[in-house]
């Protein structure tokens, strides 16, 4: 199978792996990642696990343990410079640089201490993303793109931090969320907004809109009947519940072919 086809048995599996999933998300920004590559990367997890030190116990030991290892001996952060690179996206080149994007570098943490035991868990801030360790009631929560510092516990800290535990194929549509906004910024890039979506609608569960960001960038990339057919489609699932939106997306499907002659 292609690491596409890969990607999408796997976010159907009763149990996806997070770092499979990113891998195989790397692999459509990176033709030179093979399954050497992927196997290489998941060794590293493994490798970067083993270092941890045996028989922690309890969320602060736990979190201080990761941080110590990850954050202040072998330098995983972010800096604002890592917003403008795709690389910090994709977790080979993470794993490899030791910089990313907070999620990222959350997912690197998340996998090294999964793999070791940890009671570990991904928390998804608004335009951030963090790392808890432990029960909710009384988890400590790091931050791996300031190097694991630990978030503060006040009122203000706990009100903006969600109960629940990010789930793994939240955290993946998130990553490629990330990418296309990267890509938005870039219009010469528009093939990266075109995989991330593409994958994104791999995804078991996804908002429907995605289909009409995706028929409106195949318009935007000059493919204007591909495009219209597509807003045809979504037209018709639209209005079903609204006419007038079907009627617009409709009379866009029509601008698009017009755009053929």
């Given at each position: 199978?292609?690491?596409?086809?890969?990607?999408?048995?796997?976010?159907?599996?009763?149990?996806?792996?997070?770092?499979?999933?990113?891998?195989?998300?790397?692999?459509?920004?990176?033709?030179?990642?093979?399954?050497?590559?992927?196997?290489?990367?998941?060794?590293?997890?493994?490798?970067?696990?083993?270092?941890l030190p045996?028989?922690?116990?309890?969320?602060?030991?736990?979190?201080?343990?990761?941080?110590?290892?990850?954050?202040?001996?072998?330098?995983?952060?972010?800096?604002?410079?890592?917003?403008?690179?795709?690389?910090?996206?994709?977790?080979?080149?993470?794993?490899r640089r030791?910089?990313?994007?907070?999620?990222?570098?959350?997912?690197?943490?998340?996998?090294?201490?999964?793999?070791?035991?940890?009671?570990?868990?991904?928390?998804?801030?608004?335009?951030?993303?963090?790392?808890?360790?432990?029960?909710?009631?009384?988890?400590?929560?790091?931050?791996?793109?300031?190097?694991?510092?630990?978030?503060?516990?006040?009122?203000?800290?706990?009100?903006?931090?969600?109960?629940?535990?990010?789930?793994?194929?939240?955290?993946?549509?998130?990553?490629?969320?990330?990418?296309?906004?990267?890509?938005?910024?870039?219009?010469?890039?528009?093939?990266?907004?075109?995989?991330?979506?593409?994958?994104?609608?791999?995804?078991?569960?996804?908002?429907?809109?995605?289909?009409?960001?995706?028929?409106?960038?195949?318009?935007?990339?000059?493919?204007?009947?591909?495009?219209?057919?597509?807003?045809?489609?979504?037209?018709?699932?639209?209005?079903?519940?609204?006419?007038?939106?079907?009627?617009?997306?409709?009379?866009?499907?029509?601008?698009?072919?017009?755009?053929?002659n």
């Open positions: 199978m292609t690491f596409r086809e890969e990607f999408a048995q796997e976010a159907r599996s009763e149990r996806p792996d997070l770092a499979l999933l990113c891998l195989y998300l790397a692999a459509e920004a990176d033709p030179g990642l093979d399954q050497r590559g992927v196997d290489e990367a998941q060794i590293e997890l493994d490798r970067l696990a083993g270092m045996y028989g922690a116990r309890g969320a602060r030991e736990w979190a201080a343990a990761v941080a110590d290892l990850l954050g202040r001996r072998l330098g995983f952060h972010g800096t604002p410079a890592d917003y403008q690179r795709l690389s910090s996206s994709l977790l080979h080149e993470v794993l030791r910089r990313g994007l907070p999620i990222l570098l959350s997912v690197v943490w998340l996998e090294v201490a999964r793999r070791a035991g940890a009671p570990v868990y991904g928390l998804g801030l608004p335009g951030h993303f963090v790392v808890g360790f432990g029960d909710p009631e009384e988890r400590v929560t790091v931050d791996p793109f300031a190097g694991g510092a630990a978030l503060g516990t006040g009122p203000a800290d706990l009100a903006a931090a969600p109960l629940e535990p990010a789930r793994t194929l939240d955290i993946v549509l998130r990553i490629l969320n990330n990418i296309r906004a990267w890509a938005a910024a870039r219009p010469e890039h528009s093939g990266v907004a075109l995989w991330a979506l593409d994958l994104s609608l791999l995804l078991p569960s996804h908002p429907a809109s995605l289909r009409y960001d995706r028929a409106r960038l195949l318009v935007d990339r000059g493919a204007f009947r591909e495009g219209a057919t597509e807003l045809d489609a979504y037209a018709e699932v639209i209005g079903a519940f609204d006419a007038e939106a079907g009627a617009r997306i409709r009379a866009e499907a029509n601008a698009a072919r017009a755009l053929l």
